[in-house]
Structures are given as C-alpha cells and as structure tokens.
C-alpha cells in the first residue's frame, strides 16, 4: 500500500490475529478508520493493559488480573472438586452451563511430546501438588475427547493411582437436541453402552 | 467471564472489528494472550498511530498520513487522467493490477438518499473543482457495478455535461480465467455486446 505508512502497519499488525489474512486485515483497517475511530482507541487501550497486565493465577493457572483469580478466590465455591480442562474457552463453557459449581485446573494445553509439550510444561506437578495438598476427594479431568486430551487425562489418572481421589472424566452420548441421523457411529456406540433406565 | 476485568474488556473491545462475534473475539484474545503478546503490544501501538495519525488527502480524499497523499504526490502519475473509486480498497486493488498510473479521488462512499448521503458527503463538489481546474482531459468513473455505484457515476456524468472531459467507465465482460457456465446472464450478455475482432 503505497498511500500511508500508518495504515499499512495497522494492516501489517492484525494479521497476528487468528484467522486474519491479507484481505480481512485490510478490510478490518478501512472499517476502523471510516467508522470505529472510537472503537479502535478503545481497543487500543484494553490491547495495551491485557498485554502488561493479564498474569498466570497462582492456583489454577488460569488468566487473571491478581495472583489468585477470582474464581479461586470465591468462597463458594466447593474445593473438594477439581475439574481438569485444556484451555480458558473450556473453562468459560463449563461456566456457561451453569451446573458445576467446583474449583478448576487449568493446563493450558495437552501432552504433546512431538512438540517438546511434557507434564511440567503444562504443570501437571503443581495440579498433583494441589490434589495432595488440598483435601481434593474428586478430579474430574474434561479434557478434550481427542488423542491428546485422552493421553494427558491417562498421563495424569496414572499419577494419581493408589490415592484415595475419585477421578472421573465427562460421559459420552448424544448431544441435547441432535438428530442420530448425524451422529458419527463412535459417540452412538458410547450412548449405547451408556444407556441408563428410562426413570434414571 | 468472572475471571479476570482485563480479558473481558478486551473480549468486548475485539468486537468493534467487522466480521468478529462473541466466541471468535474470544478466540482472538486467549490467542493473543497464550501465544502473541509481541503481536498484541505491536498492534496496539499500530491502533493508536493510525486512529490519532490517519487523515484525509486534501486532493483525492484518500486515507493519508500527510496533507497531501504520496499518490498524489507522485510526480511520475499522469495527472490528465483521473479515476474515481468508492473507497480505499478498491483503489489498492487497481494499484496493484498495476495497469494504471493516472490520479485517483476516493469517494468514501456511493449516493445513497435513504442513508442521507448526498453529493455533499462524498466530495464530489471537489471532484468537479479538480476536474474543472487540473485540466483533466479523461475522467474514469471506476465505481462499482451496483445501483449506487451506477447511480453515482451517472450522476457525476451528468454534472460534467459540456465540459471538455471524456467520461469512461470500466468494460463489463467475462473474467479472465473464468469459466463461461458461471458467468451471470447480464455479464454474458454484456459481453456479447461488447465482443471484439480476433486480432485487437
């Protein structure tokens, strides 16, 4: 773009945006010069405190403003249940839902050892740490129902064993509102094998 | 999300970009956050130069960082002819076809009465000034194929009636690399019309 050195840094910046080619960048620039002058100083400012400001929370390795995020800081929560997720977009879904009201682990990731991903990059030592320390009586590890996620959810239920600790992981079946006819024949087998009596 | 005031706001802030929802904003954010916070800080300092720094050419009504817009300033740009573009990317897409070396004005805009938009709003009082005073000898109306666009260019067509200007509009015909049975009826029938000897 030969007509502003500003503008085509802006461009050039927005691509580090997930899923944000050539085309969208430029679209996106032009949209925030015509009409969101207001919306990209806005986001200029939140770019800037996330960056410098948003750390680790100490006990569950979440993203949070303070060492101790809010929800392991909330008192009403139940301690006693841990859950185990991958990423924060987990967490904020089980949030979401509404049914679990225990304290999460969140490990940022999975085994990945082709990646150079082992236990203590995902802080599988300070999650055990926690399930020893803290008096946790279930872990219910709802990684992802992928090679990976299986793998770390084995990797950890292994460390685990011979503790007096529930471990659990999430049942399998046919999501709320699907129709059979596009459920993939894995998930059908596990709601079969999983059926439970009509009164249940 | 309880977890932390930083991410959401700038979850709320990513939405102010064209095309991005809730859950892709989201996205956006934990990616930034996990894997680009180099990228994150570059583009915020990008956001602020170009809201603060971008301003209109005084001669095509481009996005510019000075009064007078490199094309513009562009000596070795033939300034008899001058061709008028809605907007930004539709003059980069002309630049980088890389046929055209006349002056551009950018309308920023088409007519559009029921948004209240009229000549005033899109500059073409400054269009005719500069027609009229830079001793332009051809006027390329390159808007675009729409109602609006059409609308626009007859009517800047109209306004220069008797004036010593030829007024040129882009052909209308099959594109190159295309296949003929995906071509609409009106493009076909456009290039009926418009069909050439062999040898041109």
Chains 1, 2 share one sequence.
Do not use: W
Request: glycine residues 12%; aromatic residues 6%.
């Amino acid at each position: 773009m030969a007509f502003s050195p500003l503008v085509d840094e802006l461009v050039e910046s927005l691509r580090c945006l997930p899923g944000v080619g050539q085309k969208t960048a430029q679209r996106m620039a032009f949209h925030l010069l015509e009409r969101g002058r207001g919306g990209g100083e806005r986001l200029a400012t939140a770019l800037q405190g996330a960056m410098s400001g948003v750390r680790r929370c100490n006990s569950c390795q979440n993203f949070a403003d303070t060492e101790i995020c809010n929800l392991c800081a909330d008192e009403k929560r139940r301690t006693g249940t841990l859950c185990v997720v991958e990423s924060p977009s987990d967490l904020l879904a089980i949030e979401q839902a509404g049914y679990y009201d225990g304290s999460y682990f969140v490990l940022m990731g999975h085994l990945s050892p082709i990646d150079g991903i082992g236990p203590q990059e995902i802080g599988i030592e300070q999650l055990l740490k926690r399930v020893r320390g803290e008096g946790v009586t279930e872990l219910i590890l709802a990684t992802n129902p992928t090679v990976e996620g299986e793998a770390t959810a084995h990797y950890i239920a292994d460390r685990l064993e011979g503790q007096n600790v529930l471990i659990t992981r999430l049942a399998h079946g046919i999501p709320v509102g699907g129709e059979l006819g596009y459920v993939d024949g894995f998930t059908l087998s596990h709601a079969f094998r999983g059926r439970k009596p009509l009164a249940d």
